[in-house]
């Protein structure tokens, strides 16, 4: 084993990751809100000893539901449910700062990380798509800068809120009568442009002390925000030289504001079709992609660029000049990506669909264990990645050769560890346990 | 079997209902952030073929945490990892309408309703702890008519909400490439006073169409809600006249807006000292009194009743004069029912502090297993009580009690079922599942 060892996630999509995965031979569409399907893979993983499961999340129903499953079971229960069937995989889910109240947030993260012994992360994210703002009695979505402002103080009030129970704020003495000692237990009193919160919190801190903050955004503010704050970061990239490029300035911008950078994890997401020769490997990835339907494919191009192709001839060369850095409706996460493939591989607009839908910018590869163990080699040794988001183009069955058959290859390596070392997740990617604000008198507290 | 047949549901508190539970020799007061301790307590009450388990909440700390472990886990996430090891008992869990957005509440419990197959019920509350404004935001918690007015509005935005998939609107037709019928998935365009919410949700309706709506209040506000809204009711009451005068009053408002009074289960709370004589049992509560502290006692008095008492003596008659109905701190639920203990009772301050030390003024009784099932008998019969949320003083041992020696002769007097019948909470209920508003072409949609 070399001194770094791989953190690999498994991002469950409910049927996997392409876009017509609910649509290949064998998958099983109507078990996909039932909670056994998700503690199964939950548990496949836990067995292949990866840190966690990952579940993404927006308040919005997704307007390509009609096409593919694309609802959202809520997935703070969802990993509540999953901790009672596993105990020592790591337990991810994504929540918005944008559109929930940090006291609710901060009570559901903590409690699941009590429920799991301390197995929880919350992907902290401020929301993308514009429907959700008219969910909420917005008219329109925030800006992004005043998202990315908003976040950075709901990161400060629920780390407060998790930090108002000292460690040993529990006395539980029964003879004298003390159950809590009032002097460990603290009111924030946050008051800051966004939020007034009294606290503190009405839970005992979590076993974690804190969840796990990840985070994945990738534009400028999001950098700098994972920076200050991530200790995960979930990142789509599709060369090896923009993966190092980002890898290089987190790291960078970590060191910048005093954080060790091992205590920053980039984990560039992956989605490989996997055959036992090349051709195998990327006639399954052409099995999938026949199985694709344009409108769905054009609304996610739509959500991507802020351009709607649809009427376009799918088989001409895309039509690139209709794209403008401003437009407004884009994910800033995934424009430059899409812009990137199209600069580079000149395809046509059904190329472009295709290389899309499989993990909606994310990298996809078809290959032989060996050439994806390979990929995951070259990324983690020169500098691209600390490990991988791992995105089953289709489940249980994407995922599970991917441990039969990759994993073994990457212990053999030496780069995946065989067996968990510790019980949390911030056991399993080397992150310190924090101690409490409040436990450290000589810290500025002042919010 | 009668026609009818009693609703129990076990009510949780983590060490028990009585204040001084958890210095009781052999409580373990260190389980109570275990999932598995919940996950045993709940297993037990299915066993004996109970309703549903029920947690109370408040988002904010109780004051008096020094003296019991009055934290909070957050309930929605516990009932999820609850789901998980059971499979037919019903899950209820309280969430404020005053201090969640609707659009997160409805995706939280739709999707327990998913993970569970059906056994979720909402307790729907308006928050009494004025504590909970300055957690989110508010100088002042909203007065009670506000907060009813806004509880009135929510309701209807999330029944919009969890009904705006049609029960047949997945389709996942691989074939043709059609997951969902977009004209059976609506926007529900809600524009009111409080909220605008355009919807739809972004998950498939739930396994009950809508999870059961539970509801606690019983001023004349909260009255009127519970008439239009509530499928069960919990409530508190000291006397078998004041009991029958609530159901009765109850019943009859179902009645006056069209509603079936069998479809609101009207469950008082119950806290039972069981012994196998009547002075064991006795002996057992003062056993319990015993291990109170006044000062805890004092502070509860306080938010029940406005006045604080701290300094008065403790065996001198209760100072009754103090108390002025226009407290404007008190929680209206329990406002009258401490009142009609003072004036029945005519306690010292210590007893009036012990006869609440029990269940917070809830009915606690001292006795036998026939006579524990006499009083539920009378109550069932006369017109009181459609069934009680049973309210252990400490647990797990007073509700092994009450499961083991009680419940039996519940069945042999053809009161309570000794299987489940049904799968879902509403199955247990005798409720119906509710269609969806918009599978009704003929009923008016406006909000």
Not at 196 to 217: E, F, I, T
Not at 343 to 360: I, K, M, S, V
């Amino acid at each position: 084993m070399t001194d770094r060892s791989l953190n690999l996630n498994l991002f469950i999509y409910p049927d996997g990751h392409h876009e017509a995965a609910w649509r290949y031979p064998g998958s099983q569409p109507d078990r996909i809100l039932d909670l056994g399907w998700f503690q199964a893979l939950a548990q496949r993983a836990e067995a292949a000893a990866f840190d966690a499961v990952f579940f993404a999340d927006g308040p919005a129903l997704a307007e390509n539901i009609q096409y593919a499953p694309r609802f959202r079971l809520e997935p703070i229960t969802l990993l509540a449910g999953i901790a009672a069937a596993t105990s020592r995989i790591g337990l991810i889910a994504t929540a918005s700062t944008t559109y929930y109240e940090p006291y609710n947030l901060a009570r559901l993260f903590a409690s699941v990380d009590h429920l799991s012994h301390g197995r929880v992360g919350w992907n902290i994210v401020t929301t993308s798509s514009p429907a959700a703002a008219r969910n909420f009695g917005l008219e329109e979505h925030p800006a992004h800068a005043a998202r990315y402002a908003r976040a950075e103080e709901f990161v400060d009030v629920v780390t407060k809120l998790w930090d108002s129970w000292e460690d040993d704020a529990i006395i539980a003495d029964a003879a004298s009568g003390l159950y809590a000692d009032p002097a460990k237990i603290h009111a924030i009193e946050h008051v800051g442009r966004h939020f007034r919160v009294r606290g503190p919190l009405n839970a005992p801190r979590s076993p974690q002390g804190r969840p796990v903050y990840v985070q994945a955004g990738s534009s400028e503010d999001g950098r700098g925000f994972a920076a200050r704050h991530a200790e995960a970061i979930f990142t789509a990239h599709q060369t090896l030289g923009a993966a190092q490029a980002f890898y290089a300035d987190i790291k960078a911008r970590a060191l910048g504001v005093g954080r060790r950078p091992e205590h920053i994890k980039i984990l560039p997401g992956l989605s490989p079709f996997i055959g036992s020769t090349q051709a195998e490997a990327r006639a399954l990835q052409e099995q999938f992609n026949a199985l694709t339907q344009p409108a769905y494919s054009l609304q996610q191009l739509r959500q991507m660029l802020g351009v709607d192709f649809s009427g376009h001839d799918l088989d001409a060369p895309f039509p690139r000049h209709l794209i403008q850095p401003e437009n407004s409706q884009a994910v800033a996460s995934r424009f430059q990506v899409v812009l990137d493939i199209v600069d580079r591989e000149q395809p046509t607009l059904r190329g472009l669909l295709h290389r899309l839908a499989g993990a909606r910018g994310h990298f996809v590869m078809a290959g032989t264990p060996d050439q994806v163990a390979d990929h995951i080699e070259t990324w983690f040794t020169q500098g691209a990645a600390d490990g991988f988001n791992v995105m089953p183009p289709w489940l249980p069955g994407g995922f599970e050769i991917f441990a039969d058959e990759v994993v073994p290859i990457l212990r053999r390596r030496g780069l995946f560890r065989s067996a968990y070392a510790g019980s949390t997740l911030r056991d399993h990617l080397g992150l310190p346990r924090p101690p409490s604000l409040y436990n450290q008198p000589a810290r500025q507290l002042a919010s």
